[in-house]
């Protein structure tokens, strides 16, 4: 049985939105959709929040506090939220809207349940999920493989494409009351479906094929986001704050251990690792609203991930998270998919897609169209002036023209603008972390001491409860942290 604490909803709490709450709980005979629609869209932010605790050290945004690395990583909290909370309500959610034949609702439990799959064979590969959420008929669920996955994931946005583009006379649909993220607007839900299909689309340029999987991309992409305000997130409030802000901002004035700014991510914005050239732009703009140096200079120190305090030029490290930046103030969003993003994998799969290399130049003008348009939807997004966001769009190293473009440009570009946002470990790990792409990347300073000396950090482990309730299939499904997942392999 699934049931939810109920309590008004004025906020997003993280104890408001506990599901499957022993105390105080009704049945599910009781809850409508709209009951359980709030709270699994909250419990999906914060797993991909979970997630990116890790995957952010990992991807060098930022590392643990003095510079430490992150090691291997179980992110149960992130299986807690998807296996918990997420996938059995949203079960619920699709037996009543097939009941009350409300297509509409359908079609946005498939995209979280989408959303969440994604999430979790991104980051474990193999997942329960076929048998999944049968409660006592199955305590022991058995693994789908990733490939089996996805292949369910493109089952489920198609299907909500497709409920969603037709009609729908069920008179029930998320409200504005439950639906924290788009207020009840269907055509954004629509918009997301596309572009997650893109997204996931792309994360299989080296199962399908760059072409092939660069031209899927494409097609879906050309009906995904159209602009800022089309973006998948969710805001907080001053009384139920942002965890970054919670985390990183007040932990450090408690004392409290915290992250600090990573000097791979300094580096990709301070002009270290891209050079700019026009002689105006010393320094990305959006730096100063991710950072801010501890000693009250404009000198940003990043720390080298495993580097004991030290920055990449020798010196020590002075960077922490921007107090008050977009993304560190009480009511910051979380944000999960983006229209920035959308037109990074539209550049990326327009280079893909006619013949574009690691190591090739140039595009089309289409996709460095979508390269610039990317740039300037997150310098928008975050608040740049006007003058400052044309200033670096016109340097060189920026605005380097269509003939003039490589793929590390885009990627350099993606990375900066899905700061915090676990997809960026997913990228690296498409390229398997290659310094064509990304360059300057390079393994943690102390990962000499690890346990997997000169090996990058490919998947998580499970999370000791499945181990303790699921140990065969724990066993038959469990590699070692440094085995790339599927669809890093060709």
Known sequence: MVVVFLVGISGCGKNYFNVNTPSGTVSESQLSM????????????????????????????FVGQGGTSAGVTTIAG???????????????IRQKAKALNAKHFDAVAQILIAMNLGLATDSWENVPYSKASEGAADLTPSYDTQEAIYNDIFNLLNNAIAELEGPDNSGFAPNAHSDIIYRGDL???????????????LHLINRKGAVAAAQAALAAIAKGYSSN????????TSRHINPWYSEEVLAKHTGNYHHVI????????????????GGVVTMDPRLPIYAQPSDGSNNYRGYVSGGHGLSGDGSAANTDFREEGYYTNQTSPIVILSYAEALFIKAEA???????????IGTTADGYAAYLAGIQANMSKLGVSSASSAAYLADPSVGMGAANLKLQDIMREKYIADFLNPETYVDLRRY???????PDFSLPADNAQSQFPGKWL????????????????VQANEKSPDVPVWWQQK
């Not at 839900?189 to 689309?201: G, H, S, V």
């Not at 305000?229 to 907080?236: A, K, L």
């Open 34 to 61: 709209n009951d359980l629609l709030a709270p699994v869209i909250f419990h999906t932010v914060y797993a991909y929040y979970n997630a990116e605790t890790v995957f952010g050290n990992y991807a060098q945004n």
């Open 78 to 92: 992130t299986w807690s939220d998807v296996y918990l909370y997420d996938l059995p309500n949203l079960k619920v």
């Open 187 to 201: 055509t954004k839900w629509l918009k997301t479906a596309y572009t997650l299909k893109a997204r996931y689309e």
């Open 229 to 236: 305000s089309d973006d998948f997130q969710m805001f907080f």
């Open 262 to 277: 990573c000097d791979r991510l300094v580096s990709y914005m301070d002009g270290t690792t891209f050079p700019f050239k």
């Open 350 to 360: 327009d280079f893909l897609a006619n013949g574009g290399t690691p190591t090739s």
């Open 432 to 438: 398997n972390f290659s310094t064509d792409v990304f």
């Open 458 to 473: 490919d998947r998580a482990q499970y999370p000791t409860t499945e181990v303790n309730r699921n140990p065969d299939n």
